[in-house]
């Protein structure tokens, strides 16, 4: 797959679908989230691809994989999140941007839930808090298993963008004519 995107395994059909229209909701002034596409893999019910029609900064991309993880009114939620982003639409040059492909996540140690993971190409493995810092780590937590997600082996599901608000509902009643 050439396009920026995210998997996501452990969650149901209603779930991610919930958890997805509250992220385009969210984030609808970025207009990232205008047309994101969902799949669910062929013979699962708990694995699934989300793509974006307006493919978003790395960022936003971030706080997506974050919100994915840690979603709004879900408790004992486990779901395994990981994200695979381009590095030459990363426009601030960053110390983990090597190679052609990051992996963003959730460390599976994370207490801060203000910051995701980073692994490049060689394996080099980072912490990027939503302050801009980057920490480079010593260990190896993750590497970057670069399969190829082919859209054959997935069903679309659904195209979610933010809810649109009803436009006279804001305007005075002597307008509505």
């Not at 793509?51 to 979603?71: A, G, I, K, Q």
């Not at 080099?124 to 808090?129: F, L, Q, S, T």
Request: with cysteine.
């Amino acid at each position: 797959m050439e396009q920026n995107h995210i998997v996501i395994d452990n969650v149901s059909n209603q779930n991610i679908e919930d958890i997805l229209m509250n992220l385009a909701n969210l984030y609808a002034d970025t207009g990232y989230t205008n047309g994101i596409q969902l799949y669910r893999k062929q013979n699962s019910t708990s694995s699934f691809l989300v793509c974006f029609t307006n493919s978003p900064d790395f960022e936003r991309f971030s706080y997506f994989v974050n919100y994915l993880r840690y979603p709004e009114g879900l408790d004992n939620f486990n779901p395994i999140v990981r994200g695979y982003y381009q590095t030459k639409d990363i426009k601030n040059n960053k110390d983990f941007s090597k190679g052609d492909w990051i992996k963003v996540y959730v460390s599976k140690n994370d207490k801060e839930f203000d910051n995701v993971n980073v692994v490049n190409s060689e394996n080099e493995n980072y912490i990027y808090d939503f302050g801009g810092k980057i920490t480079k780590l010593n260990t190896i937590e993750e590497q970057i298993e670069l399969s190829q997600f082919d859209l054959i082996n997935y069903n679309h599901i659904i195209e979610i963008s933010p809810a649109k608000t009803f436009e006279n509902a804001t305007k005075p009643w002597w307008k509505f004519w």
